[in-house]
């Protein structure tokens, strides 16, 4: 039976990943030995920029602070949104009402702007076909992960769905994938899939190497660290079998 997973995330990474028992239940008939699939949520599976950009514009207007560029607030898909809050301007005394004002704007209406991707959901059918343990790993608030990715249909193609803490909680991508790894102690070769350079850090911090997608919100050259790239979904289940064919477990 799926089910998805609520994580608590430590406040430190670990050296070595913790052996606990797993939080996760996958469906592989041999959890222990199955390849590992993470996955980030915004900019790889969903096209969720419209949803976040606006509810981000209007964080800045409720404090009276100019809005950001176009580009800048697209920057702000992917990352920890307190860390793209401070890069872009907003005062330290100010964050947690900008949190608090993105929260008010964003629970409003903003998932409803969002998409699954063309070909996401076969790409995720095609990879449990293929015996791979699934799960999402992503900086997204694990309450806002939940409910995205219930409304794409996706919780239903996963074995878990690893979230960040709540916004104004300091977190960081190696984190999430630390706490995502831990629900699947003695797993075999696993690559993390993503779209931002903090997908490709937060993997290697782990030791996991890492798939860059083309589609999602990366600036030029900013996937230059990943360990190979996709450039479309319907490739993505041959591009993430070959890595982690040449990944030891």
Known sequence: MHVTTHATL?????????????????????????????????????????????????????????????????????????????????????VPAALAAYRAHYDAGALRETRAYPGVLDALRALRAAGCTLLVATSKPQVRADPVCAYLGIDALVDGVFGAPPDDVPSSKA????????????????????????????????????LGVTWGYAEPGELAEADALVDDTDDLPRAALELLARTPA
């Open 10 to 94: 430590p406040t430190t990474l670990p050296t070595t990943l913790p052996t606990t028992t797993p939080t996760a239940t996958p469906t592989t008939t041999d959890p222990s030995a199955a390849p590992v699939v993470l996955l980030d949520l915004d900019g790889t599976l969903s096209e969720s920029a419209p949803g976040i950009t606006g509810s981000v514009a209007a964080a800045y207007g409720s404090l009276g602070l100019p809005v950001p560029s176009a580009a800048a607030l697209r920057s702000f898909v992917g990352p920890p949104l307190q860390d793209s809050l401070r890069a872009h301007g907003v005062p330290e005394d100010l």
């Open 175 to 210: 984190l999430v994938v630390a706490a995502a790894l831990a629900s699947v102690p003695g797993h075999g070769p696993t690559v993390m899939v993503g779209d931002r350079s903090h997908d490709v850090v937060g993997a290697h911090a782990n030791g996991v190497r890492c």
